[in-house]
């Protein structure tokens, strides 16, 4: 069974340019969520869908970050523009059960790098 | 607030060294814990969830027990191939509209 993908493993930008990351969840997962993760800490939260739906969106920096989820399947996170503090590793993840167990499995991951 | 603490934040053992991870955590109703594993440059991997105090999850040598208060990831006999970065995880009841809160981690080294 194929794990969830994210691309691109990696990226440089300049600040003030734009970024997008693509993930495709393990078939048949119907929660999907996007994390941050800074250097020495732990993955937080950014949003959570349900199929579709962005059930929770409190976390994410709105007036910069976007996601969507078309289809309930591959979802896209958008930063515009990026700042410095926005270099982190962007963490997908989905689960089928909405993290009711807490099994959530997780990509490798987008390491974001704004210079 | 939801909390999670691990201590400590790096141990470096020798091969056959056994020893014990700390999670304390602070939430309103607890409704899981959870352990994951993270390698570096990967994505964290579950590994177990526990549900209520005297729970207790082992897989080869791991084993991950639960009080009122904090979690305890036990190492015992550890191998080279057990060093990563262990995260803990939090789901409340009532707040953070259940969803997972980490902790910063603890990083793992065995020598051989």
């Known amino acids: 069974e194929a794990g969830v993908v994210q691309s691109p493993r990696y990226k440089i930008i300049e600040k003030k340019q734009p970024v997008a990351f693509w993930c495709n969840p393990i078939?048949?997962?119907?929660?999907l969520y996007w994390y941050r993760q800074n250097l020495g800490q732990g993955p937080e939260l950014l949003i959570r869908?349900?199929?579709?739906?962005?059930?929770?969106d409190s976390q994410l920096p709105k007036d910069r970050f976007s996601a969507e989820r078309l289809k309930g399947v591959d979802s896209t996170l958008k930063i515009q523009p990026a700042e410095l503090g926005d270099s982190a590793v962007y963490l997908c993840?989905?689960?089928?059960?909405?993290?009711?167990?807490?099994?959530?499995?997780f990509g490798e991951g987008s390491r974001l790098t704004v210079l | 607030e939801d909390q999670v603490t691990q201590s400590p934040e790096a141990l470096r053992l020798q091969e056959g060294e056994s020893s014990s991870l700390n999670c304390s955590y602070t939430?309103?109703?607890?409704?899981?814990l959870f352990w994951y594993r993270q390698d570096p440059g990967k994505g964290p991997e579950f590994l177990f969830t526990?549900?209520?105090a005297g729970e207790e999850k082992e897989k080869e040598r791991l084993k991950a027990t639960l009080t009122k208060k904090e979690s305890f990831l036990h190492i015992t006999a550890p191998k080279p191939e057990d060093s990563a970065t262990y995260l803990c995880?939090?789901?409340?009841?009532?707040?953070?509209?259940?969803?997972?809160?980490f902790g910063k981690g603890t990083k793992l080294s065995v020598k051989p």
């Open positions: 078939s048949g997962h119907n929660t």
């Open positions: 526990l549900y209520s």
């Open positions: 869908y349900e199929n579709e739906e962005a059930v929770d």
């Open positions: 939430v309103s109703g607890l409704r899981g």
């Open positions: 995880a939090v789901q409340d009841y009532g707040g953070s509209q259940g969803n997972l809160i």
């Open positions: 993840a989905s689960s089928s059960n909405g993290g009711g167990t807490g099994e959530l499995f």
